[in-house]
């Protein structure tokens, strides 16, 4: 039979835990301490790095991309405040300030001809026609993340993906399961009937020509009724060309 541990032994036992709770805190200590002091020291290599290549930063978009997946890696964000040491040494800040007033615009003079929803790459092309003068090329990274700083505004900016495209929409219009296949559709030629719809979807008529009509109601749609054989088109301009945009030239 075994015999229970006496007083002293269960002493004992606790005791030890109690050293092995304190060796454990100790050693978690230790390494937060080494961590804080690792990451003090990348951001103190990084503001060296970013002063040694000002200029790069601010004129290579995909220098700039490297740059900000390096601020990421050790908690810094360069665009959280437009006042401060990254601001001061870089313009980072007014540059993503500029660029997200400059996209509001461009949504807004593109809107009556896409409804509010326009691809990532023709929005990149139209503001590279905008900034022409400043010489500064913008990347979709550069987009991205002044789209991201223009949640704040709570006007319905943001990026979805539909197929192998980004969107970006800028009204509050939300888009069903339906609206993104038909969406995902149309990005081969631009454009979908009721019969291709109902035919590669395996739709009814119904579900198709409802669908439809819903995207052409909400400014998604131009309807085209010019062709011999009768069909009626349902053009996209989000996944068309930029050069169909009317009066891109003057944005």
């Excluded at 020291?41 to 740059?67: C, G």
């Excluded at 980004?166 to 069903?176: A, D, F, I, Q, Y």
């Excluded at 008529?205 to 009509?213: N, Q, V």
Aim: net charge positive; proline share 2%.
């Amino acid at each position: 039979m075994r015999r229970r541990p006496g007083i002293g032994g269960l002493q004992n036992a606790a005791a030890a835990r109690d050293q092995y709770r304190l060796l454990g805190e100790n050693v978690a200590k230790l390494r937060t301490d080494l961590m804080k002091e690792q990451l003090a020291t990348f951001r103190s290599q990084l503001e060296d790095f970013a002063r040694k290549h000002k200029n790069d930063i601010r004129k290579n978009p995909a220098f700039r991309a490297q740059f900000h997946e390096m601020c990421a890696k050790v908690g810094v964000d360069p665009l959280a405040s437009n006042k401060g040491f990254w601001a001061e040494l870089l313009g980072i800040g007014d540059f993503y300030y500029e660029l997200g007033v400059q996209i509001i615009e461009v949504c807004l003079a593109t809107r009556p001809h896409n409804g509010g929803l326009i691809s990532l790459d023709d929005l990149c092309k139209l503001l590279g026609q905008r900034r022409k003068a400043v010489r500064e090329t913008i990347s979709e990274d550069d987009c991205l993340r002044a789209i991201s700083k223009l949640k704040v505004l709570g006007s319905g900016f943001e990026v979805i993906t539909v197929g192998k495209r980004k969107l970006v929409r800028s009204v509050p219009t939300e888009l069903n399961k339906d609206h993104n296949e038909i969406l995902e559709l149309a990005q081969a030629q631009g454009f979908v009937t009721v019969d291709e719809v109902q035919r590669r979807l395996n739709w009814s008529s119904g579900r198709a020509t409802d669908a439809l009509e819903t995207l052409f109601e909400e400014g998604l749609a131009m309807i085209d009724d010019g062709h011999r054989d009768g069909k009626r088109r349902y053009w996209f301009p989000c996944v068309s060309s930029v050069s169909s945009y009317v009066g891109a030239d003057t944005l």
